[in-house]
């Protein structure tokens, strides 16, 4: 893996929300894309961030139909076709004394690159209902559910694009096209010495 190869993976693990109907995601899959995440950077090393595995088609099929999908995009929504194949919730385990924000972005950005080196696209999702995960899996008060992540087969061609007038909002070009503005290098850095 040299610089090129590292930043391309980075730039193609962008969020998905249009998925393979039948795209096939294992508890294997997930398992192994766990145990990348396991390893991350943890404050204190203290590593309070525990998952939930999902791939049972009628709980995915709720979690992806109750979240909110796109905030940005007012004339879409996930349609039927496009639902995720599989979920990972991560929740942060408060008996144990760490700094589970940073943890859980540290976490995330290693599931969402494991997963595309197995073809499979993410979503992280904040939207997730925390009711109906409460419902649905069996999570003892000590856990806090953080965010979920939808995964699957992406199917969406979404590329990067630098931002305009400051402008961050994703949008859709008429072929269909997800683009997501990114700040340049010049506006985010904000001294050098
Ligand atoms: C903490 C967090 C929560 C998010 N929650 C949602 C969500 O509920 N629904 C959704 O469609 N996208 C959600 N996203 C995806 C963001 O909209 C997405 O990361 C952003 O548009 C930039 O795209 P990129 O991830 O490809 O860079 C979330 C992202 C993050 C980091």
Redesign the pocket.
């Known amino acids: 893996m040299n610089y090129n190869k590292l930043k391309a993976l980075v730039q193609k693990a962008?969020?998905t929300?249009r998925f393979e109907k039948d795209g096939i995601v294992t508890i294997e899959d997930l398992r192994e894309i766990l145990d990348v995440a396991r390893i991350t950077s943890s404050a204190k090393n203290m590593q309070p961030i525990k998952y939930i595995l999902v791939t049972k088609e009628e709980d995915v099929l709720k979690l992806a139909q109750t979240?909110?999908?796109?905030?940005?995009l007012k004339d879409w929504d996930q349609s039927e076709d496009e639902r995720p194949s599989a979920f990972i919730l991560m929740l942060n385990d408060q008996m144990i004394d760490g700094f589970p924000m940073f943890d859980v972005?540290a976490s995330?950005t290693a599931i969402s690159l494991a997963a595309k080196t197995k073809g499979l696209a993410t979503?992280?999702?904040?939207?997730?209902d925390k009711e109906l995960c409460k419902k649905l899996f069996v999570i003892p008060d000590c856990y806090d559910i953080m965010?979920g992540i939808a995964i699957g087969v992406g199917t969406e061609k979404?590329e990067?694009v630098d931002t305009e007038d400051f402008d961050t909002n994703?949008y859709r070009l008429e072929d269909d096209t997800h683009c997501?503005p990114?700040r340049s290098l010049e506006q985010i850095i904000v001294g050098e010495y």
């Open positions: 962008r969020t929300r979240a909110a999908w796109a905030a940005h972005g995330f979503c992280p999702m904040a939207s997730i965010i979404v990067l994703y997501v990114k």
